[in-house]
T-cell receptor, first 112, second 113 residues
Framework: GIQVEQSPPDLILQEGANSTLRCNFS?????LQWFHQNPWGQLINLFY???GTKQNGRLSATTVATERYSLLYISSSQTTDSGVYFC??????????????FGQGTILTVHP | DAGVIQSPRHEVTEMGQEVTLRCKPI?????LFWYRQTMMRGLELLIY????????DSGMPEDRFSAKMPNASFSTLKIQPSEPRDSAVYFC???????????FGSGTRLTVV
């Protein structure tokens, strides 16, 4: 199956700093999503981004499908950004839409 | 919309007992997924449904696990008999078809003692 590797595994920032999280995947995909799991365990969908660039407030994401990687940018980080960021990938075709494979996540800690 | 609703939020049960987890997807979403999260294995897809029909159950760990979706607004994941290694957080998620992201429920934390 598809292998998903996220880096770095851990990241510690001071409030206001910027960061870049990376997701590498081993095979062609046309379904890629980024999630944030907050300290209470809730999984929030940040982006559906199989290719191209999207922005939502202080967060943006870029996926270069041909080179099999995606980046999540967090600018002017806040303590509420703390948690685990997951990248999930899959190939959507026929009945294969649902098979998203999750990476192991990047644990982000933002200090005030 | 209230989002994806899971119940119970926490479940503690004794080994050998039957456990039933419940999920109500977002109205109009055609896809429903059951995931399990553990420290060792991360997030794993157990089974997913499209229009109430199970499409892929290859992630279901063994015959003790079963899932049903009797209608578009309700799904259950059942473990019988439960074992301590089943302890995990079980998430349900739903989605529109293609080009949309998942919406996850709040999860059920299952502890089997």
């Amino acid at each position: 199956g598809i292998q998903v590797e996220q880096s770095p595994p851990d990241l510690i920032l001071q409030e206001g700093a910027n960061s870049t999280l990376r997701c590498n995947f081993s095979d062609s995909v046309n379904n890629l999503q980024w999630f944030h799991q907050n300290p209470w365990g809730q999984l929030i969908n940040l982006f559906y981004i199989p290719s191209g660039t999207k922005q939502n407030g202080r967060l943006s994401a870029t996926t270069v499908a041909t080179e099999r990687y995606s980046l999540l940018y967090i600018s002017s980080s806040q303590t509420t950004d703390s948690g685990v960021y997951f990248c999930a990938v899959g190939y959507a075709g026929g009945t294969s839409y649902g098979k998203l494979t999750f990476g192991q996540g990047t644990i982000l800690t933002v200090h005030p | 919309d209230a989002g994806v609703i899971q119940s119970p939020r926490h479940e503690v049960t004794e080994m050998g007992q039957e456990v039933t987890l419940r999920c109500k997807p977002i109205s109009g979403h055609d896809y429903l997924f059951w995931y399990r999260q553990t420290m060792m294995r991360g997030l794993e897809l157990l089974i997913y449904f499209n229009n109430n029909v199970p499409i892929d159950d290859s992630g279901m760990p063994e015959d003790r696990f079963s899932a049903k979706m009797p209608n578009a607004s309700f799904s259950t994941l059942k473990i019988q008999p439960s074992e301590p290694r089943d302890s995990a957080v079980y998430f349900c998620a739903s989605s529109l078809p293609l080009n949309y992201g998942y919406t996850f429920g709040s999860g059920t934390r299952l502890t089997v003692v």
